[in-house]
């Protein structure tokens, strides 16, 4: 299994809403990555998760909140967002610590904030 | 100054020609990847170099450690090769990656 699975694949959301976004792993990788991504951009660090720590938070508003609760899984909580939230969120994640280490993406979770 | 740069930003060739898409990079690095992302879509990895060359199929990257350079090349070009081609390195073992910004390739019948 070399897939990262991310739900739900699309999510529309009012400014007031509470929602979050899934990721999952069976790769037994313990390096797990939150992107952000804007129409026709690279993407953008958020967060990396390292055997289940944050080991890496890019100034990310406090509106977002990750949490890793295992190896396999990883999870973004969104509240009070704003319309220039709305982006494509996609989930890596990779060998930790191992240079070598391929990385594998999820198809992202489209987001949309009204 | 972007730690990665890629060359052409943007790239339109006719069905069967030979496509060479560039990553520079100026840090040092422990592996190079080169990923594709279909419009609206998930990125997918096509590589990761750390030394030399690979071939899947009809696409071939090589990496310079030296000269701090890799390409990309796809040879006999298809409609369906139309994504965008990013370059991103990873510096030593940490979990940090840096991209660059992109190559938007069309590939016209």
């Known amino acids: 299994d070399t897939e990262v699975t991310q739900t739900p694949k699309h999510l529309v959301m009012g400014m007031t809403n509470k929602k979050s976004l899934k990721c999952e792993q069976h790769?037994?990788?313990?390096?797990m990555y939150w992107y952000k991504q804007k129409a026709k951009k690279p993407p953008e660090l958020m967060f990396v998760?390292?055997?289940?720590?944050?080991?890496i938070n890019e100034s990310v508003p406090s509106r977002f909140s990750p949490e890793c609760p295992n190896s396999s899984l990883s999870n973004l909580h969104l509240h009070a967002l704003q319309p220039e939230d709305s982006a494509l969120y996609l989930c890596?994640?990779?060998?930790?610590?191992?240079?070598?280490?391929?990385?594998?993406f999820g198809e992202g979770s489209r987001l949309t904030v009204l | 100054k972007n730690e990665v740069e890629q060359s052409p930003q943007n790239l339109t060739a006719q069905e069967g020609e030979f496509i060479t898409i560039n990553c520079s990079y100026s840090v040092g690095i422990s592996a190079l990847h080169w990923l594709q992302q279909h419009p609206g879509g998930g990125i997918v990895s096509l590589f990761m170099?750390?030394?030399g060359k690979k071939k899947h199929g009809r696409l071939i990257a090589t990496i310079n450690i030296q000269e701090k350079h890799s390409s990309l090349h796809i040879t006999a070009s298809h409609p369906r090769d139309s994504a965008v081609y990013i370059c991103a390195v990873r510096r030593g073992t940490g979990n940090q990656f840096y991209f660059g910004t992109g190559t938007s390739l069309t590939v016209i019948p």
């Open positions: 890596a994640s990779s060998q930790s610590g191992r240079s070598y280490g391929e990385l594998f």
């Open positions: 998760y390292s055997y289940e720590k944050l080991s």
């Open positions: 170099l750390s030394s």
């Open positions: 790769m037994g990788h313990r390096a």
